[in-house]
């Protein structure tokens, strides 16, 4: 197998075209294996294996720069730069990241997870070996759908006018996760439409150049001019405004023709733009007929690409639901997603009520800024993000939807541990973030009966107000003083305890009650209540039930710098209480990639540990009393 004797890019270049070509398949089969496995992304993946070759044929890495966009498309990438051996241990924990990590390998040259950013830190890259006096060539990986992301459009700008040396690869699937949206979208498919681009201006270059004398130096002589050239050839208004040199649209499974592109774009001196098409989920058929099933995959049967296992419910799909149900009566109610429409299950939504969905692209900042204006008007829009994602609109949400008190519920998903995506897309940090803003009513449902309960208040709420919640939709039952109805602010005692009080948010609400139970065993009576809003606190019960006891436990699923825990600190304090607090969350690192129960383990926050920690800690108040 060739794919066993590539160590390293270099190998790659004692290879013929041939051999390149017979190494792209061993590259789709092994993606193909391991993600059936384990899960992973897949159609991306696959859709990018003759560009990654092509990149790593012609160019010199890692002294030239791959920074891929994302970064989800890297698995060919990691399969060639000496990873083949370790591929198998993919996502899983203590195994290589799904994404490309700069501690991972000196090939990755620059951590991502997030989209559009690839553009900015090229440039960062290019503009530093300008100022050093380097030579080496950097190549930014973007495909459509994270050109749908602002941070793109600001480092073209910015990168354009520079006439820094760079090479942007834009990878033309016509698929975000789901299908592309926008009017760029709509550009590039006209783009791509005017097929023989290349074609005709290498046909001219072809004949220029067969003339013994004077051929070359007139092609030379021409490109000067090639802006003039290129509208001659191509329609290109956008990439060529913005100061880019446009090339394209190239076959991206054309390994002789990207190969050959590739080349000449490297001895070019500006910014260019390479407008690259390839097929999402390209030699794998239920991926090729399925690319947006095939985005992200949980593992499944490599001759039917149907799942290994069932898919769980998501709490996604139950709040699209109940959304949809609530706009039928309710004009106000539209939802919008960035670029989400499957994983934060709006999809439903949309099916429902298509003319009040929006699905604005990677683009989280304009969401929730839409959504004030929206807001503004009249309307009650619900902002469906990941915790991870939202990240990207923090003074959106404070500026323009909380400083003016309007009603916009942000239904944020994946919050907590999100298990094998690691580190980049953990949500633990959004209590942190979220509970500093005046105004604004963050809410953590314990179980899926609590998040329909919130969804159903957030109705009539007129202010802001941010609902967290984790893919899985966990039902504790009726709960156990059945008291269902709550407002604002109001937590709910679930049992009483004399020596130490746990107040839980989120997915810790069941984990500190198993966790009451083994303390039970051991002799201690631990209460715990749930409080679901960490913003505002329900102090009446906070200070009640603090005093007391030996011990008062905080648990989030969140950081513990700036989270929960320190609300409750800061109440007690501000209260002059002074009574023990043990604050359990996150601890201060990124966590990597791992199941959520591995993670959950890993940061002390399964039942058991929680247990642990909560007896030593009441040893040493023990050993510490006078
Ligand atoms: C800021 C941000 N929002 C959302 C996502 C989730 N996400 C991951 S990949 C992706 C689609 C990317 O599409 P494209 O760039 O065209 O790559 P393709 O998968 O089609 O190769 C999205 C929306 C993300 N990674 N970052």
């Not at 991502?112 to 090229?122: C, E, L, Q, R, V």
């Not at 300008?130 to 459009?153: N, P, Q, S």
């Not at 009566?329 to 929006?358: E, K, L, S, V, Y």
Request: hydrophobic residues 40%; charged residues 25%.
């Amino acid at each position: 197998m060739l794919i066993e004797q590539i160590h390293e890019p270099t190998d790659l270049k004692k290879l013929s075209i041939k051999q390149l070509k017979q190494l792209c398949e061993e590259l789709r089969s092994e993606i193909v294996n391991v993600v059936s496995e384990h899960g992973g992304h897949l159609a991306s993946n696959l859709g990018v294996v003759e560009l990654t070759v092509a990149v790593h044929y012609v160019f010199d890495t890692p002294e030239d720069k791959l920074v891929m966009d994302v970064g989800h498309q890297s698995y060919a990438h990691k399969l060639l730069t000496g990873r083949y051996g370790a591929f198998h241990t993919l996502r899983q924990k203590g195994g290589i990241s799904g994404f490309p990590q700069q501690d991972e390998s000196e090939y990755d040259a620059f951590t991502a997870g997030h989209a559009s950013t690839a553009i900015s830190a090229a440039l960062g890259m290019a503009r530093t070996r300008d100022i050093m006096r380097g030579e080496y060539d950097v190549v930014a990986l973007v495909g459509d759908g994270a050109l749908t992301g602002g941070m793109c459009y600001e480092a073209l700008n910015d990168a354009g006018q520079s006439n820094t040396r760079m090479i942007v690869l834009l990878n033309d699937n016509e698929m975000s996760i789901a299908p592309n949206v926008g009017a760029l979208s709509r550009y590039l498919t006209r783009m791509r439409q005017s097929k023989g681009y290349i074609a005709v201006k290498h046909g001219v270059r072809d004949r220029l150049e067969k003339h013994p004398r004077f051929g070359a130096p007139l092609y030379r002589a021409l490109s000067k001019f090639r802006n003039n050239l290129r509208s001659f050839f191509v329609d290109d208004k956008f990439f060529s405004a913005l100061g880019f040199a446009y090339m394209g649209p190239v076959d991206g499974h054309d390994l002789r023709q990207l190969i050959k592109v590739l080349r000449r774009a490297r001895g070019y001196d500006r910014p260019q733009l390479i407008h690259v098409v390839t097929q999402k989920g390209r030699g794998y058929q239920p991926a090729e007929d399925h690319p947006v099933t095939f985005h992200g995959v949980a593992p499944f049967f490599l001759e039917s690409g149907a799942r290994k296992r069932e898919g769980e419910a998501s709490s996604g799909k139950v709040v699209a639901r109940q959304l949809s149900d609530m706009a039928d009566n309710d004009i106000r109610i539209c939802a919008i997603t960035a670029a989400m429409p499957m994983g934060t299950g709006m999809d439903i939504f949309q099916q429902a009520h298509p003319d009040r969905c929006f699905d604005v692209g990677i683009a989280e900042e304009h969401a929730v800024t839409m959504a004030a204006g929206m807001a503004s008007q009249g309307m009650k829009p619900y902002v469906a993000i990941y915790s991870t994602f939202l990240q990207r609109a923090y003074d959106q949400i404070l500026v323009d939807v909380c400083r003016n008190g309007l009603p916009v519920t942000f239904l944020i998903d994946r919050a907590g541990l999100v298990g094998e995506d690691g580190e980049t897309h953990q949500g633990v940090f959004d209590l942190s973030y979220l509970r500093s803003i005046p105004g604004l009513v963050v809410a953590a449902p314990r179980d899926v009966r609590d998040l329909k309960k919130l969804v159903e208040i957030s109705q009539d709420y007129g202010g802001p107000m941010a609902i967290r919640y984790p893919k899985g939709c966990e039902d504790m039952g009726p709960g156990i003083q059945s008291q269902r109805r709550f407002s604002v602010g109001q937590w709910e005692l679930l049992s009483d305890g004399s020596d130490v009080m746990i107040f839980a948010v989120g997915r810790m609400v069941s984990l500190s009650m198993q966790a009451a139970i083994e303390l039970m065993g051991k002799g201690v009576s631990a209460g715990v209540v749930d409080a679901r809003f960490v913003a505002p606190m329900d102090r009446e019960m906070l200070l009640g039930k603090a005093s007391g006891v030996r011990l008062v436990v905080t648990a989030e699923e969140n950081v513990l710098a700036g989270g929960f825990g320190e609300g409750v600190l800061d109440a007690l304090a501000s209260a002059g209480m002074d009574v023990p607090v043990l604050t359990l969350g996150v601890p201060d690192r990124f966590v990597a990639q791992a199941t959520v129960a591995q993670q959950t383990v890993e940061c002390g926050l399964d039942a058991l540990s929680i247990a642990r920690r909560i007896s030593e800690r009441l040893k040493e108040l023990g050993e510490a009393r006078p």
